[in-house]
């Protein structure tokens, strides 16, 4: 299993603001994924980032609000732009493994006040 | 699309005992992949199960066994001897492999308390 960190691992941030946070991974992957979890909910996939290509976003999530860079194979950050207190939650970063499994980040938990 | 429904929103167990945590799912897919996560208090999801549905074998993880039961679309987790450490939410996610865009599709999760 991969071994990934993320950064922040919590900040309090004012409305109308930007955060960038960041994942790593200590292994090359292709995919890697960005979810969000609102309090009390279960996760919701934002976008798919593979090296080298546009992140493919979901339904109901647009890259002007959470744009994603991969720069390589180990790397990706997600920025939560022009945050609304409705933007509170745990952002969680994953890579697939070779079984089709996705490994977990620790998380990112952000408030918006 | 595929959803994913967990029913039971929280269970308790006694340490020691076998507790069951239901899953079921909605697909017209015919290969795909279903998982049990678990969340503790500290937020870490860790991959506790896996399952390929074109195999008839139930998954099992030490403690951790699943039963699947594919016409029924039903997919549950039980687990055994339950230890303090089990005390999680738990949430069953399905996953269809398709190149570029394989991801997760989790329940609503169960918040499972084991009781000393």
């Known amino acids: 299993s991969a071994v990934i960190s993320q950064k922040p691992s919590r900040d309090i941030c004012q409305r109308g603001t930007s955060l960038t946070i960041q994942c790593q991974v200590d292994s090359q992957v292709t995919m890697m994924f960005w979810y969000r979890q609102q309090p009390g909910q279960s996760l919701t996939l934002i976008a798919t980032?593979?090296?080298?290509?546009?992140?493919?976003?979901e339904s109901g999530f647009v890259i002007d609000k959470f744009p994603i860079s991969r720069p390589n194979l180990t790397f990706s950050t997600l920025t939560v732009s022009n945050m609304s207190p409705e933007d509170s939650s745990i952002y969680l970063c994953?890579?697939?493994?070779?079984?089709?499994?996705?490994?977990f980040g620790p998380g990112t938990r952000l408030t918006v006040t | 699309a595929q959803t994913v429904t967990q029913s039971q929103p929280e269970m308790s167990v006694q340490e020691a005992e076998t507790v069951t945590l239901s899953c079921t799912y909605d697909?017209?897919?015919?290969?795909?992949?279903l998982f049990w996560y678990k969340q503790p208090p500290s937020r870490q999801m860790i991959l506790v199960i896996r399952q390929e549905a074109y195999k008839q074998q139930n998954a099992t993880e030490n403690r951790f066994s699943v039963n699947f039961q594919k016409a029924a679309k039903s997919f549950s987790l039980k687990i055994s001897d339950s230890q303090l450490g089990d005390t999680a939410m738990y949430f069953c996610a399905f996953m269809k492999p398709y190149f570029g865009n394989e991801k997760l599709t989790f329940g609503t999760g169960t918040r499972l308390t084991i009781i000393p």
């Open positions: 994953s890579v697939a493994g070779r079984g089709y499994e996705q490994y």
């Open positions: 697909t017209s897919e015919n290969n795909y992949y």
């Open positions: 980032a593979n090296q080298g290509s546009e992140a493919t976003y």
